[in-house]
Nanobody
Framework: QVQLVESGGGLVQAGGSLRLSCAASGSILWVNTLGWYRQAPGNERELVAVAIGRGTTNYADSVKGRFTISRDNGRNTAFLQMDRLTPEDTAVYYC???????????????WGQGTQVTVSS
């Protein structure tokens, strides 16, 4: 099994920055994908940013140019640098990973516990 531990959420004023981290541990052969979804009250969960393999990244249009995802493959850890935050970024951010755990035959998706990000106006 793979466990994901998130950290870095909190309260920040509009225009400020936060950095989230997500560390994968447990029985891991390879973590192919690390990323974040977010969910605001009354909204569906949406993909924020994802880092695939050793260099591919994708972002939601709403965060392009403000958020940067990076990963440390040696530590199976991803980081989400969030700059120029707005109140619309307020949500619970969920880290997720697509990983090969005990077999190369198939990968599975794992989720972190979620961390609250609140941006005040």
């Amino acid at each position: 099994q793979v466990q994901l531990v998130e950290s870095g959420g909190g309260l920040v004023q509009a225009g400020g920055s936060l950095r989230l981290s997500c560390a994968a541990s447990g029985s891991i052969l390879w973590v192919n994908t690390l990323g974040w979804y977010r969910q605001a009250p009354g909204n569906e969960r949406e993909l924020v940013a994802v880092a695939i393999g050793r260099g591919t990244t994708n972002y939601a249009d709403s965060v392009k140019g403000r958020f940067t995802i990076s990963r440390d493959n040696g530590r199976n850890t991803a980081f989400l640098q969030m700059d120029r935050l707005t109140p619309e970024d307020t949500a619970v951010y969920y880290c997720y990973a697509v990983a090969y755990s005990t077999s190369w035959d198939r990968s599975e998706t794992y989720w972190g516990q979620g961390t609250q990000v609140t941006v005040s106006s």
